[in-house]
């Protein structure tokens, strides 16, 4: 493959699939039609350049997987679908990168006989994945916020920079309800909420799609709910927690926030692997909820139908079967949608119809895309300054940028407990110890740079800067005086350096513990892809340490920066906890701030934070068998639960007063009002939480359950009206006949601070029919925050 500093396309004739005032269907129709059976299944693979067939690789078999450096002229002689991580496979400086992508759009385009340019698609989840871009905090800091509008403009940003370096299509958000958070891909979820997850991952996907990239929705479905939280082991589940927890974030995402494309998961439900699961690929994505766009696998999926789930002898025969089922694109490059599968069609094993169907879809959206237009043209905007000449840098982490991760920090942050010890005195003498003390890495998630590529490339510097919390909190309090002790690492169990950490605390007003998880990689971690736990006791001696420093008599801080909540019961007597997980590049500068009070912390819990490190799987949304009882000895109650936040000012609710049942229709609706006033002498905000408790029901249902929220700012003194406007299909779920109905009888509306702290209760009586609603159903509660009458 050559690089040209100014790769261009010319275009000799303008054929109808060209022309960009004819309807998509009819240029698609056109083209599909001039293409050759190699050249239609040529769109429906991927190709990884920079992915080495070496053991060392990220994944595991990925030296297996990947075959050794493709004769690049011959795999593009037909065309490719697929260009896979140009930017976030090595450390890359952005603009070389995007002049090397530009050079080979330029030769994918100029080898077909139609000149067809691919799609690139990229990592996104915290961020544009690659060197030197801005790292964002992980999503279940996003859900900690319960802020979307704020989520959808960080993610606009970052697909303005995807988009502006010739990359279409961003692998994000991950839409799993977290079930059993002993799993490593908690830190990559929003929460354990289907209601949060589904409203916060919509937002994101509207920034992603307004920037003009494609959403890919993933992991559809059931990835979170695997047996004992195992990456990638079998899912046990029935059709009703499958409908009514699991896919509303889905559906949300496709129908309200518009996002054109969808991975499947690896796992398999009740023994069908979901990558070959026409039920759920065609039947509900397609059929039921009208989606358009394209699937695409998750990388490797359509092989481990032959190697892992057993569905097929061959890898041509796993290709069938996830053809037909739906899938329409194998990532990361070709393995079994390749000669196998093209084989197959001409021998009449595999419908041409099948390829037909996926290619007619690859095409549609390339042609929304711009790539089939005749005035394409391989340089993308970066490279493109005012008089057309290339431009020399290209800056992925602006101050713009990095105001939104630090925005998003901050309010993500959540001061679980607080007996006065926070804020930390300006002089305070502060011990600050803990293996994340002074380091990066609990500030950054699994599919960051940091952690998921430079590990393997330690001669690069990161190419952005991320300030530790001690050089944060120097820079926040440069009046105290700081003693810092690293006193164990992550993981392992060396407690030498306990000791000294107890010293320094034992000498010290205050003594900040800085404790919590590595992402990694498949066991490279303690957090993050292939890297889940047996429980949740703090990992390594942390635990030891925190045992040590308390039994000091001095108040001991503990700052948890992690990808999943940890038991805290154990720990009794610490003066204040913060919780942060993962919170990125300015994450470091946000703790510290609510450490010294500069920032009033307003984040709340996405996840339930356990008192017992084995009481699990245990998520609040439990029916009342599931919660504490006599009948068992096992307590899953949480010592947080989900919601739960506190704030350095005070806030006053006055809710509805309500002397009977409001009754309205299955069909119809009410408004909510309550007034949240700040009580306190400095600006904060509070997030009203509304839940929906159904007492009696058809089937058992959760005690209660998240159907609206509104995150509230108010200056000291001043006051909001929020208003929650209720509609009954808000109420809806699967019931006996295994489709989702409204029913009619009492409910209760939940005013409330967390998921166990319900301030006010409205009842509400629906009356009338018992109703079937389907995908067109209100999945919303309108909220609207207004100045108090």
């Not at 439900?269 to 065609?282: F, H, R, Y």
């Not at 694109?329 to 595999?350: K, N």
């Not at 101050?399 to 679980?416: D, G, H, K, Y």
Request: glycine fraction near 10%.
């Amino acid at each position: 493959m050559s690089e040209s500093s100014e790769p261009t396309v010319t275009v000799a004739v303008r054929e109808p699939w060209q022309d960009h005032s004819l309807p998509a269907e009819k240029r698609v129709a056109d083209l599909l039609g001039r293409l050759t059976l190699e050249e239609k299944v040529a769109q429906l693979v991927g190709v990884w350049i920079g992915a080495h067939a070496t053991p060392d690789d990220l994944a595991p078999q990925q030296h297996e997987m990947v075959k050794a450096a493709p004769n690049w002229q011959e795999l593009i002689r037909d065309g490719i679908g697929q260009v896979t991580r140009p930017f976030g496979t090595a450390p890359v400086d952005p603009a070389l990168g995007a002049r090397a992508l530009a050079a080979m759009q330029a030769e994918i385009v100029a080898a077909g006989r139609h000149g067809i340019p691919a799609v690139a698609h990229e990592e996104c989840l915290t961020g544009l994945m690659t060197w030197g871009a801005t790292v964002y905090p992980t999503p279940l800091a996003w859900g900690a916020t319960f802020h979307p509008e704020l989520v959808e403009r960080m993610a606009a940003r970052v697909g303005a920079d995807m988009r502006a370096l010739g990359v279409h299509q961003g692998l994000a958000p991950v839409l799993d309800v977290v079930r059993d958070p002993r799993w490593g891909r908690t830190e990559e979820s929003i929460g354990e909420d289907p209601y949060l997850v589904a409203t916060v991952g919509t937002g994101y996907v509207r920034g992603l799609e307004s920037a003009g990239v494609v959403a890919t929705l993933k992991h559809f479905v059931g990835y979170s709910a695997s047996r004992a939280a195992r990456n990638h082991g079998p899912v046990e589940m029935g059709p009703r927690e499958l409908a009514d927890v699991l896919l509303p974030p889905f559906e949300m995402a496709v129908r309200e926030g518009g996002a054109r494309s969808v991975m499947p998961a690896y796992t398999e439900i009740d023994g069908v692997p979901t990558s070959a699961d026409p039920l759920l690929l065609t039947g509900l994505l397609r059929d039921a909820w009208g989606f358009t766009g394209t699937v695409v696998s998750d990388y490797f999926a359509i092989s481990f139908l032959q190697m892992h789930h057993g569905l097929a002898e061959t890898g041509t025969g796993a290709a069938a079967l996830a053809l037909g089922a739906g899938m329409d694109v194998e990532l990361p490059a070709a393995r079994d949608y390749g000669a196998g599968l093209i084989a197959a069609v001409r021998a009449g094993d595999v419908p041409e119809s099948d390829v037909d169907r996926a290619a007619a879809r690859v095409l549609r959206q390339k042609c929304e895309l711009g790539l089939l237009d005749p005035d394409w043209q391989p340089v993308p905007p970066v490279l493109a300054g005012a008089d057309g000449d290339p431009a020399g840098t290209v800056d992925l982490d602006p101050p713009r940028s990095r105001a939104i991760a630090r925005q998003l920090a901050e309010e993500s942050v959540v001061l679980l407990a607080n007996d006065g010890a926070l804020p930390l005195r300006s002089d305070a003498r502060i011990a600050l110890v803990g293996p994340l003390a002074d380091s990066i890495t609990g500030l950054v998630g699994c599919y960051t740079f940091p952690s998921h590529v430079a590990p393997q490339h330690p001669e690069m510097p990161l190419g952005i800067e991320i300030p530790t919390p001690l050089a944060a909190l120097a820079a926040e309090l440069p009046g105290a005086t700081l003693r810092h002790v690293p006193g164990c690492a992550v993981d392992g169990d060396d407690t030498s350096g306990i000791t000294e950490a107890v010293a320094a605390a034992a000498g010290a007003d205050v003594c900040v513990a800085v404790l919590g998880d590595r992402a990694g990689l498949f066991g490279r971690g303690t957090s993050g892809e292939g890297c889940d736990a047996e429980d949740l006791a703090l990992p390594g001696v942390q635990a030891q340490l925190l045992d040590a420093l308390l039994a000091t008599g001095k108040p001991v801080v503990a700052v948890l920066l992690t990808g999943r909540p940890y038991a805290l019961g154990r720990f009794r007597g610490l003066a204040a906890v913060v919780q942060a997980f993962f919170p990125g590049e300015e994450g470091a500068g946000a703790v510290a701030g609510v450490l010294s009070g500069r920032v009033c912390p307003s984040g709340r819990l996405p996840v339930s934070v356990p008192h017992r490190p084995g009481a699990q799987p245990a998520t609040y949304l439990n029916t009342a068998l599931g919660q504490g009882s006599a009948m068992t000895t096992v307590d899953p109650t949480p010592l947080y639960p989900f919601g739960h936040g506190l704030s350095y000012t005070t806030f006053a609710w006055e809710g509805p007063k309500v002397d009977s049942p409001i009754e309205i229709p299955t069909d119809g609706e009410v408004t909510v009002t309550l007034t949240v006033r700040n009580t306190g002498d400095r600006a904060g905000a509070d997030v009203v939480q509304l839940y929906l408790h159904d007492p009696v029901a058809q089937v058992a249902r959760p005690v209660v359950r998240l159907i609206g929220y509104a995150r509230v700012p108010l200056p000291p003194g001043e006051s909001r009206d929020v208003d929650f406007r209720f509609s009954a299909d808000l109420s809806a779920f699967t019931g006996r006949s295994g489709r989702r109905v409204v029913e009619p009888g009492a409910l209760e509306l939940r005013l409330s601070a967390s998921s166990a702290d319900h301030r006010y209760t409205v009842p509400v009586v629906l009356v009338g029919p018992e109703r079937e609603v389907d995908h067109e159903r209100q999945l919303t509660t309108e909220v609207t925050v207004r100045a108090s009458a």
